[in-house]
């Protein structure tokens, strides 16, 4: 038995063989109704014993409900940084290695699918983005090996790798009646990753698919990092941030220390401002504040850990400014009637910077080939940043003469490496013509 995993920043997913159709696989449902599960880990802390674990949409809950603990998300983007191997607090003087977070969260995704199919899985493709981290080969391939300890941690005797948009080009080539060049558009929440893939009817029964693959290339900037600027742009100025001390006769006014607010806006970083010597250390800097309203709202924050809610703000913000070109944020748990309002050109300033990275990504990636913008057919868009809808707009707008296609934002890449671990584990004869490119043994 085996099963296909996209591990994402923001949500996962796993698929497994569907004994109704031979060859074929499908998605296990996770929690009720959904074949996606935020990624997400609470660790309760509340009474004696080791702590209650929750994921997905429950330690969402359960974090919002006020449950004593710590709720940790976006994990993948520590891979390839030396946090990995760290321990963090988790409340109540217990701590867990960031690495068995992660190996915990893939276990509850092999019990989920397991309980589907009524075996044991031990073989499974995992999905990795094509940088886990920029122009840094060495901490790539960290990150890489430490994705694979995880997986073993979580019970897999054998695990292989897929480029995440080679993946969903594969979803997107069930669908095409002629053999075309498409750009994968892969925009999740902690990576923007691109290939360039020729797929189509003369190409998709070929046992070797790696001479198609004509070039791929990322940028790790995407979902999370908008919601920092949001974050920053919006939300943490009425903190404090890039706000000034007062002036005096001796010396001009000078810009608070920033470092707590861009922590305050980097998920797996919240909880290192509740430490007690940083919150000491943050008290003493109120005379550092000329508006003291500002240093009180910051410690209103760090004192009643409201960090990740304002994260979580943050974040839908910048979807509602996608779907409505405007956003409120009530802020009133920090202090009454304190809001925030977002326009979208705001929003684009804050956001300019990323948005052109990620298209020069893209455009690179062709130049890569050696291809020019016109000879790209379509450009095939998932993850869940493309729901944003100008860096969709971006990114179409820099190949003019390609269509623009739509697959499902949270699940072409779980379909996709799904048709892969068919491909690579399915029957013998499959197996033992390595039918397809096995991703990234780098």
């Known amino acids: 038995m085996y099963c296909a995993i996209d591990f994402g920043t923001s949500n996962s997913a796993i698929a497994i063989p569907d004994p109704a159709s031979p060859g074929a696989m499908r998605l296990v449902e996770l929690e009720p109704g959904q074949t996606t599960i935020p990624t997400a ?31 940790m998300r976006s994990m993948k983007s520590i891979l390839g940084s030396d946090l990995v191997e760290r321990t963090t607090e988790i409340g109540g003087g217990r701590g867990v290695r960031y690495l068995d977070v992660i190996a915990g969260y893939l276990r509850h995704l092999r019990t989920r699918a397991e309980a589907a ?96 693959i004509l070039a791929s290339h990322g940028v790790h900037v995407a979902g999370t990092d908008f919601d920092r600027r949001v974050e920053l742009g919006a939300i943490l100025p009425l903190l404090g941030y890039r706000a000034y001390g007062p002036a005096t006769a001796s010396a001009p006014a000078r810009e608070v220390p920033s470092a707590v607010y861009f922590d305050l806006a980097t998920w797996h970083l919240i909880n290192t401002v509740y430490a007690p010597q940083r919150v000491a250390e943050l008290r003493a800097m109120r005379p550092f504040y000329a508006d003291p309203a500002q240093h009180r709202r910051l410690m209103t924050v760090v004192d009643e850990r409201l960090g990740h809610d ?43 910077g990323d948005l052109a990275r990620i298209v020069d ?5 062709v130049a890569d080939a050696g291809l020019a913008p016109g000879d790209v057919d379509t450009v095939y868009l998932t993850g869940g940043s493309t729901g944003l809808g100008v860096l969709a707009e971006r990114i179409g707008a820099a190949f003019p003469a390609a269509r623009t296609r739509r697959g499902e934002r949270f699940a072409s890449v779980a379909s996709g490496l799904a048709l892969h671990a068919e491909r690579r584990f399915g029957t013998p004869a499959v197996r033992a013509s390595d039918r397809l490119h096995p991703g990234s043994r780098r």
């Open 41 to 71: 880990v609470f660790y309760g802390t509340e009474g004696a014993g080791a702590p209650q674990v929750a994921f997905g949409r429950a330690a969402l809950a359960a974090y919002v409900e006020g449950s004593e603990g710590r709720l």
């Open 117 to 212: 199919a009524g075996a044991r899985i031990a073989q499974a493709v995992l999905g990795r983005p094509v940088f886990f981290v920029d122009d840094d080969a060495a901490r790539d391939a960290a990150a890489e090996r430490a994705l694979r300890e995880a997986a073993a941690l979580a019970g897999f005797r054998h695990v292989e790798f897929q480029f995440e948009p080679i993946a969903a080009a594969l979803d997107h080539e069930r669908g095409t009646e002629r053999d075309e060049c498409v750009l994968v558009a892969d925009i999740g929440g902690g990576t923007s990753d691109f290939a360039l893939v020729r797929v189509g009817p003369s190409r998709r029964d070929a046992l070797d698919r790696r001479r198609d």
């Open 310 to 352: 304002l994260a979580a703000r943050a974040e839908a913000a910048k979807i509602a400014v996608s779907e409505h070109g405007g956003a409120h944020i009530d802020l009133g748990l920090v202090e009454r009637r304190l809001a925030a309002d977002v326009d979208q050109a705001a929003a684009l300033g804050w956001l300019e």
């Open 361 to 365: 990504a893209a455009r690179q990636t």
